[in-house]
DNA sequence: TCGAGGTTTCGAAGCGCTTCGACGATGCGC
DNA sequence: GCGCATCGTCGAAGCGCTTCGAAACCTCGA
């Protein structure tokens, strides 16, 4: 509650010098800085965050945009928020929360009322309405997640194309003949979620590059069992999942192989790659290449900050190399020893 | 980025009567009001934040402040965050996330520099140090859970004595003779949350009250197997369960009893209490007292939000109702008639 | 000793808004 | 028709800070 003025007058110097030797943008000698910091610390000092928003054009403020969609992983998303707002914390910024409905209208009004100096925009859509507006705004804006088009935007995420490469070449090159896929559900793929599709993608181009036998399926429920059934079908010789999918589905996984007799790494390899939910609880754990939310965050906020304090900063994508985390779910298998199998 | 100055020359009136009808502080002539508000319209005019809160001593902004234990459950927390934030959207303000560590330093700072009007506290300890920061603040707060000492506070939180109560009760009466609980792990109990002690104590008396044979465990891992274990071995007749546990401990519940040979509620039959989870999505859906994160933090916020605008809020202990949600995980024993069981 | 050039400090002008006090206009009662 | 209360509007004073330009002071070489 101390203003600059009190510190002025105890440290005997002016206003400006306070502000100078707070700031450090002139030069103040050594003995003045000193007894202004003794001063300011003495008083409990700390400048009226409002007063030096409207004097600096800084609010120190960045918004966080986090829509929470109905089959959203609330779980998931809420790390995002929160890490970003560690992020931000470090480069001396606070967070405003924008959440549901107000995501979107949020982002505009702190832009224009210049409540925030810049915009995190989380769990972003292929076909976002944010994608449009952040171009309108004139607020330095930061996308995690890629949407269709990224034209003009800052965007970072995890190299899903490259998770999905990794992980098919890693079980074609411990042997693995036959490799199935258990993707999100489509209703997350039909609300346009995109690194669900670039996942995919990816899945399938490499398998056909490896000339490796594979299939495609989603979840209809909350489990594996569906998924597991169908890809058994398409797959009688099914070695090895990959899974880019759900915690709830990932965590029953191990449940429905053991009621068909099989067991992981024995029977089959499962590798997780790109979740954002760990699975060292898992009865098994799972290899896996995780959606770290800190790493995009980091990325994202880092990028935002250098935006607003630099000024400006071009478009650009920005894909974090995928990180592999060996937890012993993939075992090699050699050819013309085929696992030992239970009739289920 | 429009100012008032424009939209006043637009206007044809001063600057000040653009405020006045914006506000609606002072009576304007009606069609004054019209032609401002048109200007402001055509403008896309918006009070500029920083200006707006210098002057009026408002930010219309309050701080959430959210720490994140070790053994939180993220879900739960982020939800209440995220409520906080959609009510306080309805009156008007926005909110700050102050996370980990910066939930104790970020209301300080928040406080102190006036960046925030008010401050919610999420996830009380029984022993938390945000108790005595906030009465030190001069800043108006609402916890959301309900500290050891709550001298000069205000408190919202769910009625977790009256939920074990209605627990036990609801067992008692529909014939129930033997009723375990499934509490917290001991950690958080140690931890100081305190709601899951007070559950706990509640039952207990509840139980004693009732004369029912009981039981409390405390589950040492991730699954329900050991307490129920330890439940059978106290309770041979065990006929009741309620839970007031975690997630994953919960929703391996079922399985865990149809490994004996038993199913709910043939056999056992099942209350959630005070818990944040949906058990909507278990093979057995559970009667459930939800803690409710909307509700919660409805009333925090509207206490919050009234303090600040209407000055001052005496201190109190808001306990909210718990509500019922019969799933069907709960039938009528009748005595004399025990259940055919299985051997395990 | 004087002045150029550098360093340190100060004063004052805003930033865009809210709000107080005051002033002119209008309406009312007598 | 005059005085007085009421209504609608305006001007100006801040809110507490940052920052620009300039003043004050030093240092040093000529």
Redesign the pocket.
């Known amino acids: 509650m101390a ?3 009190e510190v002025a007058q105890a440290a ?6 306070v ?2 030797a ?2 450090g ?5 050594t003995d ?2 000193d007894r202004v910091l003794a001063a300011a610390q003495e008083l409990g ?1 700390l ?2 965050a409002s ?2 928003m ?3 054009h800084r609010s120190h403020i960045i918004a966080v945009s986090e829509p929470v969609h109905a089959d959203t992983d609330d779980a998931a998303h809420m790390a995002f928020a929160m890490e970003s707002t560690k992020v931000a914390r470090t480069h001396g910024y606070d967070t405003l929360l924008l959440v549901d409905d107000d995501a979107l209208d949020g982002m505009r009004r702190s832009a224009a009322t210049q409540l925030a100096d810049g915009i995190v925009v989380l769990d972003v859509d292929e076909d976002d309405a944010r994608v449009a507006l952040a171009r309108s705004l004139d607020c330095p804006t930061v996308f995690v997640g890629i949407p269709a088009d990224t034209e003009g935007l800052v965007c970072v995420d995890l190299d899903f194309e490259e998770a999905a490469r990794a992980a098919v070449d890693r079980l074609v090159q411990s042997g693995h003949r036959e490799i199935g896929l258990i993707s999100h559900r489509v209703e997350t793929l039909d609300r346009g979620s995109n690194f669900t599709r670039r996942f995919l993608r990816a899945f399938v181009a490499q398998c056909e590059r490896r000339h490796v036998r594979h299939a495609v399926v989603h979840p209809n429920g909350h489990t594996a069992q569906g998924s597991v059934n169908r890809l058994f079908d398409a797959l009688p010789g099914l070695d090895g999942i990959v899974l880019n999918t759900t915690a709830d589905v990932a965590s029953s996984l191990s449940a429905t192989l053991t009621a068909r007799g099989l067991s992981i790494p024995r029977d089959i390899s499962v590798i997780a790659a790109g979740v954002s939910f760990s699975t060292a609880r898992f009865a098994v754990p799972f290899d896996t290449m995780p959606l770290d939310a800190r790493a995009s965050c980091t990325a994202a906020v880092d990028l935002l900050v250098q935006a607003i304090d630099g000024g400006g900063l071009d478009p650009r994508i920005v894909l974090l190399p995928p990180t592999y985390i060996d937890q012993g779910s993939v075992v090699t298998r050699t050819p013309g020893y085929p696992p030992l199998r239970r009739v289920s």
């Not at 005997?12 to 010098?17: A, E, Q, Y």
């Not at 943008?25 to 000698?29: F, G, H, L, V, Y």
């Open positions: 203003t600059i003025a005997g110097v002016s206003i400006s010098t502000s100078y707070l700031s943008k002139r030069s103040i000698r003045t800085r000092y400048p009226h007063a030096r409207l004097a600096a």
